[in-house]
Nanobody
Framework: QVQLVESGGGLVQAGGSLRLSCAAS????????MGWFRQAPGKEREFVAA????????YYADSVKGRFTISRDNAKNTVYLQMNSLKPEDTAVYYC????????????????WGQGTQVTVSS
C-alpha cells in the first residue's frame, strides 16, 4: 500500500514557475515508477510526465517537454515536478500516481493516486 500526498500548487502568472511535490508513505516507494497527470475541467485526465524507479529514465508529454522536469528522491520518498514557462493551458488539478513499471503514459496502469493539487496559470 502506498499513500501519496501532493503539494506545491497555486496561482501563478503565465511565464512563471512552480514546483510540485508528492510525498509517499511506505517502505516500497523506490520499487515504483511514478507519474504526474493532470485534469482540467471538462477534460479527461492526461499524462504529463513519468520517471522509473531509479530516476534514470524520464518520459514527458509533448505539450510539456522542455518546460517541465520530473525527478525523485528515494531517500525522501518524494517525487517532484518542476514546471517552468507555465501557460494558461497548464491550468488543471495535478495528480501523482505510483505504477509497477509499465504503461507509464496510461492512467489505468497506475495502482495508487494522490488527492491532487490545483495549479492555476493566469494570462
Amino acid at each position: 500500500q502506498v499513500q501519496l500526498v501532493e503539494s506545491g500548487g497555486g496561482l501563478v502568472q503565465a511565464g512563471g514557475s512552480l514546483r510540485l511535490s508528492c510525498a509517499a508513505s511506505g517502505r516500497t516507494f523506490s520499487s515504483y515508477a511514478m507519474g504526474w497527470f493532470r485534469q482540467a475541467p471538462g477534460k479527461e485526465r492526461e499524462f504529463v510526465a513519468a520517471i522509473n524507479w531509479s530516476g534514470g529514465n524520464t518520459y514527458y508529454a509533448d505539450s510539456v517537454k522542455g518546460r517541465f522536469t520530473i525527478s525523485r528522491d528515494n531517500a525522501k520518498n518524494t517525487v517532484y515536478l518542476q514546471m517552468n514557462s507555465l501557460k494558461p493551458e497548464d491550468t488543471a488539478v495535478y495528480y501523482c500516481a505510483a505504477n509497477q513499471g509499465w504503461g507509464l503514459r496510461v492512467p489505468g496502469t497506475y495502482a495508487y493516486w494522490g488527492q491532487g493539487t490545483q495549479v492555476t496559470v493566469s494570462s
